[in-house]
């Protein structure tokens, strides 16, 4: 198959795979990061990830193959507590798009590092995936990452990336002087 008709090499594609690497490559790093920064970044490299998603091909799944992910619990665990720790008290917000909203009469308690680390979680596998190069893996690793991304991870972004708003531009004061209270 040529290169150029391939959608696993379509420049949606290759441009959702090269910000997928900066926002894992991010995300492993932003414990070494003050506050300030990771939030600034944070609320930059989300919108272009949930956009580069939006443009991945809608491909058909033709192919039987075994997706063999590479996060484990350890490494989930690793990134939501680095994330939680770096974010302190400001990790919590009202999730109001919780599914289990619809059955309570009080808002949902929720942690922008559970959410990024759901994130993670999905385009870490991705990623590791595609960069084996074999054709059939990538083509599902596609079809797997978009379908997560309609059905999870999408508004896992958008729950982070509504609550690092509210961080950056409401308490602007208090991240730049790196007050974690």
């Not at 379509?10 to 492993?28: H, M, P, W």
């Not at 609320?43 to 590479?70: G, M, R």
């Not at 997560?148 to 729950?159: D, P, V």
Request: charged letters at 30%.
């Amino acid at each position: 198959m040529k290169k150029k008709s391939n959608p696993i090499y379509e420049r949606n594609t290759l441009e959702f795979v090269t910000v997928a690497l900066e926002y894992c490559a991010f995300v492993v790093h932003a414990p070494e990061s003050g506050l300030f920064d990771f939030v600034d970044k944070s609320i930059k490299i989300l919108p272009l990830l949930y956009l580069k998603a939006t443009l991945l091909p809608e491909l058909e799944e033709d192919e039987d193959v075994d997706l063999e992910f590479s996060v484990t619990e350890e490494d989930y665990e690793t990134i939501r507590s680095g994330l939680s720790v770096l974010l302190g008290e400001r990790d919590s917000f009202l999730d109001t798009f919780h599914s289990d909203m619809q059955y309570s009469d009080t808002p949902i308690a929720a942690t922008i590092s559970e959410n990024l680390a759901d994130v993670y979680q999905d385009i870490e596998n991705f990623i590791s995936l595609y960069r084996e190069g074999n054709e059939e893996v990538m083509h599902a690793s596609i079809i797997k990452c978009y379908t997560n991304f309609r059905e999870f991870w999408g508004q896992k972004l958008l729950n982070a990336l509504k609550a690092l708003h509210t961080v950056r531009y409401n308490d602007e004061d208090g991240i730049r002087s790196g007050d974690k209270a």
